[in-house]
């Protein structure tokens, strides 16, 4: 099962060369809304990869986990005067093992029992999106499709922005819908399921407001509901209600410093759901023009509370309960740096984070799990545009 | 000590949030700064989409700036 | 306090904005300015000196993604139709002269380019979106006003100008 998750050398021009116009921002709506200028084709290569367990952490079989290649291909491109087209192929390659169930070790504390030997899984994903462009806005329709293995999904999504007349504000809205099919590998671990759907519709609301020459703020609101199967089949100790309510306030915040030639970033959700769940994520970054790259760090903190009916150990006597570590209370920092350069026609990415998290690091209580993530990721990527 | 530092902070963020919120108008020919590459809301789209699928399938929590995305095998 | 300076200030703002509004602009005399050339020619362009003619003056900054496409589009009309008496005046509105010269460099142009590092006569044209064209005829009044650029804009602008160019 996926789990993947010149030129002039100091001109700020060539930059601002490599800003696409299909992005939604408030400040680029006093352009007035276009199509891409240019046709962009681009490359992009990640590499995830998960910390090994701590040796006191595992009970049995291999401590390694995850290790994924993500590729990612796309095309976008102006169609006629008032419409853009973008076609996005990924493929997800990963391998590695993950936490079956957690018992109780030899030492009297919980460890995990992992999945066994090396899965080896591929998933293949295509999405299509078209935008339609007018004086005060745009509006675009995606369609993607997700296949692998254990599972497939098909998802619609809807989105548009609407700019007020003096160009300063900028309202967005987007609804999609998602319809998934489980069908769990049986070779690997037993699993008591042949197959099983669930469906997921979302819904987003913002605004964004240019307060300055030099600031922009926007907030949002977001409601997801699934419903269907939403149990882990990979999981021996695991039952979830057919039912999951999510809710997200978001705020971000963007800042120029003129002197500096860099650009604050702030961003924040609160995330709430139905099953226990509560979180803050707040994220900080410094772009910094460097001639016509960009260098930019960046932090993340991340924290959540663990669901009504998640426990080290899950209490199977229970209606539900998980030993799912990503249902636990815990803390994560991400540490980042991302750096960009447009030569001409080319742009080239490359990006390197570190994740590590920590029961200790929450801000909410309870127990800890004992199979809580820490990785890192690189990612190399090409862009070329033309006519 | 945690309930502490977090109540805090949340007191904190009225604060905070009324000093961005005096709005001053700005012309359409004075958003060259707003229009700078290193202002944009996301890092990039696919580096977004990305990202936000790495975070939604390893934490609890999913959604933020956009509806949620199509499905894959993330539970 | 702060609050309540700004939404006064604002407001005006908004009315100042609003008094040439883009609408209002059409049939009303273009107002005169005289900005220093960055390209294309020496000293300063003046709008009165070439009336008589038709003028298509485009605001334009090295940061308007459209301007890629916009500017070498003017540059075809105004290579087709100079000798017919159309001009073409580009005024950027760039803070910094040597990112306008850099995009000229990557975007070359054959007409006259002007910077308006102030903003004064942008203002003074009620800007409301950029790009922003003013098409100019040959009494000096405003005749029509484009806001944003899309590809194949500049056919309908061709037949707008071949108009006001017949004798």
Known sequence: MSKLIALRTDSRLVKSLG??????????SALADAPPAFTEVGLRYSHYSEDSLPEDSVIFRSRSRYDIDVTQLWIEAPVGGAWSIALDVQN????????????????????????????????????????????????????SHSDEDDYEALSFAFDVAWNSADNSRTWTASASSSNDTVSPVKERIPVFIDEESLNTQSIYFGVSQI???????????????????????????????DTHDKWTLSAGYRQFMVNMDAALQADYRYYHDDWGTDSHTLEIGWHQNLGNHILAPYLRYYTQGEADFFSPIADRSQAFYADDYRLSSYGALTAGVRWTVQLGDWGIEAQAERYRSSNDWGLFDGDAAPALVDFWRATVGLSWRFD | MKTVLFNTALFMLPLWLH??????????????????????????????????????????????AGAAGGGCGCN | MKFKRSAVGGLLALLLLAAPAIGEDVGVMAPGFSLPAIANA???????????????????????????????????????????GLHVVAVSVDVVEEDSLDFLARYPVTYPVA?????DTARSFAVNGMPSGYLIDRSGTVQSVHVGFKRGDEESLRHEILELLAP
């Open chain 3, 115 to 119: 910077i308006d590092t102030t903003g």
């Open chain 1, 92 to 143: 997800d390659a990963m391998s590695g093992a993950s936490p079956w169930f957690v018992g109780l070790g030899l030492d009297g504390e919980p460890g995990v029992i992992m999945s066994g030997a090396s899965i080896q899984d591929n998933r293949v994903e295509v999405g299509v999106t078209t935008r339609y462009f007018w004086a005060d806005g745009n509006a675009g329709l995606a369609i």
């Open chain 1, 211 to 241: 307060l300055s020459q030099t600031r922009i703020a926007r907030i949002g609101l977001s409601y997801t509901q699934s419903d269907g199967y939403l149990t882990d089949p990979y999981k021996f100790a695991d039952r979830r209600p």
């Open chain 1, 19 to 28: 800003a696409t116009l299909t992005a939604l921002p408030a400040y680029q």
């Open chain 3, 42 to 84: 020496t000293g300063t362009i003046d709008l009165d000196a070439l009336r008589g003619d038709v003028v298509y003056l485009d605001f334009w900054a090295s940061w308007c993604g459209p301007c890629r496409l916009s500017l070498p589009a003017l540059d075809g009309l105004y290579q087709e139709l100079q000798d017919q």
């Open chain 2, 19 to 64: 000093g961005c919120t005096t709005i001053e108008p700005v012309a359409a020919w004075e958003r060259g700064y707003l229009a700078d590459p290193a202002m944009q809301w996301e890092r990039g789209k696919r580096e977004a989409k990305f990202a936000g699928h790495v975070y939604t399938s390893k934490e609890a929590s999913s959604g933020g």
